[in-house]
């Protein structure tokens, strides 16, 4: 579990009205995140007719988001692209670089920022608050017609609004958890098999090898699993918040 | 499970660093590179369709070309048979009215020849009548020494030529 412990680096004892902000080893892979994701973007500016193979996958990227939300909202959407893809790309870096086997260079260790429901939290707080100011700045108290569903018999009103508002509220709770959690179980889960691998070499029966052998191919197995649920929990996560934007900007 | 028990110490820190590190994306990498990207895209696929359109017309036009150096291949065709017809219908027309003239001419002078042939024998004939004549006067004559008119000579050659 020391993975996920928040260590400061620098300035343990900073403080911001009152606050603790410390330069943490988190803090650090956000930057790391920002310098990666700059560095990656960087390939796409090359603005070239035919585009390279760096511009190729950097377009591909763009053009991925802005055809989610082109799908999911329409063309009154489009002003969200760039938060979206900020953070689908944020989330992404974020997810790829904690699986990155750093720990091959004694003294640093990946750290995985999106399995923190801090920073999850955060962000989904985020989106949840964006789509709140953008229904209500459109619709104002007609966006509470998003919890009445068209055709809803007059007498379920009450029971349906209040089932609907309860489904609404649980989204930002859902959208963070979700993250976190699939983070912190992946990551969880190589280290259990890790650790196997470990005890099985120490533990001097005949047995103990086999069992390292099979835990190290089930790492393996885990760790292709881990690529596939980084990218798509955040796919999910951007998914999930162009949605709650549609509703937001067309209710229902 | 640290994400949780080290709430309270970490997340002023957590909190602040995120929002500064993604308020950074959002800026430059959202807003400022993004776009940037997409209008590549945008002018690429402008650019495409544009070529596109462009490759349409020109076909468009080599296949109107083409029509018309059909149509006008096929005039002039049409243009270069009608001109040998009108030359072949006009030697037939020529030679129809050369061969109608020169058999004109040739029965013309069949007809003068036939007419001068008739006259010679007439004028023959009538000269065999005479000669006729004058040797029955003169075969009388010598015979029997009488004279024989000369018309009435003549008149019995003609009954007896006529017989």
New interface residues.
């Given amino acids: 579990?020391?993975q996920?412990?928040?260590n400061p680096v620098v300035g343990a004892d900073w403080t911001?009205f009152g606050?603790?902000?410390?330069?943490?080893n988190?803090?650090a892979f956000?930057?790391v995140?920002?310098g990666v994701?700059?560095v990656f973007?960087?390939g796409?500016?090359k603005?070239?007719?035919v585009?390279g193979r760096w511009q190729a996958a950097?377009?591909t990227m763009?053009?991925f988001v802005?055809n989610m939300i082109e799908a999911n909202i329409g063309p009154k959407g489009k002003k969200f692209?760039?938060?979206v893809?900020?953070l689908f790309?944020?989330i992404l870096c974020a997810n790829l670089i904690g699986l990155f086997p750093l720990a091959v260079i004694p003294g640093l260790h990946a750290f995985t920022?999106t399995?923190?429901?801090?920073?999850t939290g955060?962000?989904a707080i985020?989106s949840f608050s964006i789509v709140l100011i953008v229904g209500f700045w459109k619709h104002g108290l007609h966006f509470f017609s998003l919890f009445v569903p068209h055709g809803t018999p007059f007498i379920l009103i009450p029971l349906i609004f209040l089932i609907e508002l309860v489904s609404f509220l649980v989204r930002p709770f859902s959208l963070g958890l979700r993250l976190?959690v699939a983070m912190?179980a992946g990551h969880i889960l190589l280290d259990v098999f890790a650790s196997f691998v470990i005890q099985g070499l120490n533990s001097g029966g005949a047995i103990g090898p086999v069992v390292s052998l099979l835990s190290f191919v089930m790492i393996v197995g885990v760790s292709a699993l881990e690529i596939l649920v980084a990218a798509i929990q955040a796919y999910v996560f951007a998914l999930l918040t162009s949605l709650y934007l549609n509703d937001a900007i067309n209710l229902h | 499970?640290?994400?949780?028990d080290?709430?309270s110490?970490?997340?002023?820190?957590?909190?602040?660093?995120?929002?500064l590190?993604?308020a950074?994306?959002?800026v430059?990498?959202?807003?400022w590179?993004?776009?940037?990207?997409?209008?590549?895209?945008h002018?690429?696929n402008d650019?495409i369709q544009g070529d596109l359109d462009a490759a349409e017309k020109a076909r468009d036009e080599s296949a109107s070309t083409q029509a018309a150096y059909t149509a006008e291949m096929d005039t002039a065709h049409r243009g270069a048979h009608d001109a040998v017809q009108a030359a072949k219908d006009a030697a037939t027309r020529d030679t129809e009215a050369k061969l109608k003239a020169a058999g004109e001419a040739v029965a013309e002078r069949v007809a003068h020849a036939e007419v001068a042939l008739a006259d010679a024998r007439g004028r023959a004939l009538a000269e065999i009548e005479n000669v006729a004549a004058d040797a029955v006067r003169d075969i009388v004559e010598r015979l029997s020494g009488a004279k024989v008119e000369e018309g009435e000579a003549l008149s019995a050659v003609r009954a007896s030529l006529a017989a």
């Fill in positions: 579990m020391s996920f412990s928040v911001l606050h603790n902000i410390a330069f943490t988190s803090a956000m930057l995140i920002l994701l700059w973007m960087l796409g500016m603005r070239q007719l585009p950097v377009e763009t053009d802005a692209t760039p938060y893809f900020s790309m944020f920022v399995s923190h429901i801090t920073v955060v962000l985020m976190f912190t | 499970m640290p994400q949780i080290q709430i110490t970490i997340y002023a820190s957590q909190l602040l660093w995120l929002l590190v993604f950074i994306i959002f430059v990498i959202g807003n590179m993004m776009p940037k990207i997409e209008g590549t895209i002018a690429r650019k």
